[in-house]
């Protein structure tokens, strides 16, 4: 991939976590064949977030990859949308 975009989905509950953007910018120069950006949204981390992210950044779901989610996580991976683990 020539572009990596790091999504980090904050709702009311969650908070951005800290140094998030100055990891990715280090990132972003220590790979300079491939651009890596950071995009914040403030919505929670669900099925229509993951559509609208799809649909914002035109990136299919099935290309896109999430965290091992913990057991806190309540929705079913498979009504994802074809995210990969």
Not at 51 to 78: E, G, W, Y
């Amino acid at each position: 991939a020539k572009w990596i975009r790091v999504v980090h989905c904050c709702d009311g509950d969650s908070r951005i976590v800290p140094n998030l953007m100055e990891f990715v910018q280090f990132l972003d120069c220590m790979y300079l064949k491939c651009r890596i950006d950071c995009v914040i949204t403030s919505s929670g981390f669900d099925p229509v977030t993951i559509d609208m992210i799809s649909q914002a950044l035109n990136v299919p779901v099935n290309c896109m990859f999430i965290t091992c989610p913990t057991s806190k996580f309540r929705h079913r991976l498979d009504k994802l949308g074809g995210v990969r683990v």
